[in-house]
């Protein structure tokens, strides 16, 4: 087959999108949680935020 045009053999990886998303989701519903005190509730969205700001490879 002629051409200048070749199709690659492998695709670069596409990120895993579904932590963040739950993340999100999450990070989204934490304010509406009534079983955490204000320093848990802090203290979870100091971590979510940590999470989608500083992923891990």
Known sequence: ?????????????TPDTTAN????TFATALPDVPALTDAERALMAEWLHRSLTHPTP
Do not use: E, H, L, W
């Open 21 to 24: 998303a739950v993340a999100v």
């Open 1 to 13: 087959m002629s051409g200048g045009s070749s199709i690659p053999a492998t695709t670069p990886p």
